[in-house]
Nanobody, 121 residues
Framework: QVQLVESGGGSVQAGGSLRLSCVVS????????IGWFRQLPGKGRQGVAS?????GRTEYGDPRFTISGGRAQKTVYLQMNALKPEDTAMYSC?????????????????WGQGTQVTVSS
């Protein structure tokens, strides 16, 4: 089992920034990539960034965001800049056993509970 705990969400005005953290623990030897996703009420999850935690390869769904961190830190970060009201959502991180980063939530096995981000205009 892999446990993921997110933090760093909150309320911010449009144009502001937030940095989310995802602490990864448990049986992580078979975990190779961590992804960040967001979900609006009544809608499916949307991938925003993913990283291979060993070699740092990344894939992005939004160029305003930067994913970092890795296995040594046991933490993956999502730096979000130039935030817009439409970025308001629940943000979750997830872990999978594939080597290549992916923005498809179906590729992921383990999920955190999420942290709420609210952007006001």
């Amino acid at each position: 089992q892999v446990q993921l705990v997110e933090s760093g969400g909150g309320s911010v005005q449009a144009g502001g920034s937030l940095r989310l953290s995802c602490v990864v623990s448990g049986s992580t030897s078979s975990t190779y990539s961590i992804g960040w996703f967001r979900q609006l009420p009544g809608k499916g999850r949307q991938g925003v960034a993913s990283i291979n935690i060993d070699d740092g390869r990344t894939e992005y769904g939004d160029p305003r965001f930067t994913i970092s961190g890795g296995r040594a830190q046991k933490t993956v970060y999502l730096q979000m800049n130039a935030l817009k009201p439409e970025d308001t959502a629940m943000y979750s991180c997830a872990a999978m056993g594939r080597l290549w980063p992916s923005l498809d939530p179906a590729d992921y096995t383990y999920w955190g509970q999420g942290t709420q981000v609210t952007v006001s205009s």
